[in-house]
């Protein structure tokens, strides 16, 4: 049974969410503090984090980036804001998707099922012992989810690991940005294509020596990208 754990200030929210994740089988942890949610998330083996931007003391990007340094689990950013600054920043801080309130139960619980079945098929899929992907300098290790640039281990969220792999899997393909989000979010009716471009900005500063000269990722202006050989 997979485990989530919930950072919400407003507890009749959290709640909400509580319940209707339950109705699917999910075990589900509520933090209202987001100090002791942040340590909890840490501490204890979760599978996926529901995080609350707006929350007293401390806020949900700072407790984002303070799980992305020691753990590798799915974070969904929730807040009431629609900036598209707060989705840029909060992707960059390394969340994987990011909703906007109101939404609905049963969008949350879409979103939730889509990231851990997504997970559960890349981590768990049908590769052999070690199976790396190497080329001119990247190494991928598909097995351990482990990214050497140039001999150097570079640290990359799960969101980032999956597109950078399925990429270098596909090279030379240009592939759109709709079609990576359907590939790696495994959603084709909700969430933003923005989260492709931010994704890829953050993997091209761990891999490419020039981020404005990419070697590696290629955009291809009013299509979308392609990994070159």
Same mark, same amino acid.
């Given at each position: ?7 919400e200030d ?89 909703? *906007? /309130?109101? !939404? ?5 619980? +879409?979103r939730v099922?889509? &990231?851990?079945?997504r997970y559960?098929? @890349? ?34 969220? *799960? /969101?980032? !690991? ?5 990429? +270098?899997?596909?090279?030379? &393909? ?5 079609? @990576? ?49």
């Amino acid at each position: 049974m997979n485990r989530i754990l919930i950072i919400e200030d407003e507890l009749a929210i959290a709640e909400l969410e509580k319940d209707y994740l339950e109705l699917s089988d999910f075990k589900i942890d509520v933090e209202t503090d987001g100090e002791k949610g942040a340590k909890r998330a840490i501490e204890e083996d979760y599978d996926l984090l529901i995080l609350d931007l707006m929350l007293p003391g401390i806020d949900g990007f700072d407790i984002c980036r303070r799980v992305r340094e020691k753990k590798d689990m799915s974070i969904i950013m929730v807040s009431s804001k629609n900036d598209d600054i707060d989705k840029i920043r909060g992707l960059g801080m390394g969340a994987d998707d990011y909703i *906007t /309130k109101p !939404f609905s139960p049963s969008e949350l619980v +879409a979103r939730v099922k889509a &990231h851990l079945s997504r997970y559960s098929r @890349l981590v768990g899929g049908n590769v052999s012992d070690n199976e790396c992907i190497e080329i001119r300098g990247i190494k991928i290790d598909k097995t351990a989810r482990r990214v050497f640039v140039n001999g150097v281990e570079e640290r990359f969220t *799960t /969101k980032e !690991f999956d597109l950078l792999t399925f990429l +270098a899997q596909n090279p030379n &393909h240009v592939f759109t940005k709709e079609e @990576l989000f359907q590939k790696i979010w495994g959603m084709e009716s909700v969430g933003d294509v923005a989260t492709v471009t931010v994704h890829i900005k953050k993997i091209r500063e761990k891999v490419e020596e020039d981020t404005s000269k990419p070697q590696y990722i290629e955009t291809i202006w009013g299509v979308g990208y392609r990994f070159k050989m």
